[in-house]
């Protein structure tokens, strides 16, 4: 079964400090969110990139987020500036076309912002 | 305001028996409705996709009914096992007819279920 990777697994950062978390999605596939799940909360939506543009975001996703896919196969999160309650899990998804393929989730990077 | 809730934070039942999730939903109108499955620490996992025109689904022991009427969905997992033990997720996106794709999530269920 095909899977999503995203790497690190677990990222501490400083408030103020800039991350880029990673994700590397099912290689056919052209559709990539990003969401993510603060402890004990629901799964949010932040983005989707679709032809190597935004198609759409949430409220979340503030002039602090940006997303690139830099080569055919990468998909990163920047958060420039972190703050403490950017702390959650953020999960990668990708699906293959139309809105009802199923999207595969990746395992999720942990960011701990102190 | 749009939510979806699903009402029960947990659900404990017994081996063997058939557990049933309720996902609600408010203002929203959407084409197709989804189920996943999140264990502790992972991403979701997707279970079951089911459309506006279409009142039940199943996939092995897994059946979805779906109500635009009532605006509701039931999920069901019959002859239940421990490892069946996750919280669930329903889904939807809240883009009728979109090809964005991006999901809007209930809180879960988190369901355990004793030996």
């Known amino acids: 079964e095909p899977e999503v990777t995203q790497t690190p697994s677990h990222q501490v950062t400083q408030m103020g400090q800039e991350v880029i978390l990673h994700c590397v999605p099912i290689s056919n596939h052209l559709y990539f969110y990003w969401y993510r799940q603060i402890l004990g909360q629901k799964v949010e939506f932040l983005v989707s990139?679709?032809?190597?543009?935004?198609?759409?975001k949430s409220e979340i996703f503030d002039d602090q987020f940006s997303v690139e896919r830099p080569d055919g196969s990468n998909f990163t999160l920047k958060i420039r500036s972190t703050k403490l309650e950017d702390s959650a899990m953020y999960f990668c998804a990708c699906r293959e076309r139309t809105s009802t393929d199923t999207q595969y989730f990746g395992p999720g990077t942990r960011l701990t912002v102190l | 305001s749009q939510k979806i809730e699903q009402n029960s934070e947990a659900l404990n039942i017994q081996e063997g028996k058939t557990a049933t999730l309720t996902c609600n939903y408010t203002?929203?109108?959407?084409?197709?409705l989804q189920w996943y499955r999140q264990d502790p620490g992972r991403g979701p996992v997707f279970l079951l996709l089911i459309r506006e025109n279409e009142k039940e689904k199943r996939k092995e022991r897994l059946k979805v009914t779906f109500d635009t009427t009532l605006k509701q969905s039931l999920f069901h997992i019959t002859a239940s096992q421990p490892a069946d033990s996750a919280t669930y997720l329903c889904a939807l996106d809240p883009n009728y007819g979109g090809s964005q794709g991006n999901l809007i999530f209930g809180k879960g269920t988190k369901l355990s279920v004793k030996p």
């Open positions: 990139f679709y032809n190597n543009e935004i198609s759409e």
């Open positions: 203002n929203y109108s959407p084409a197709y």
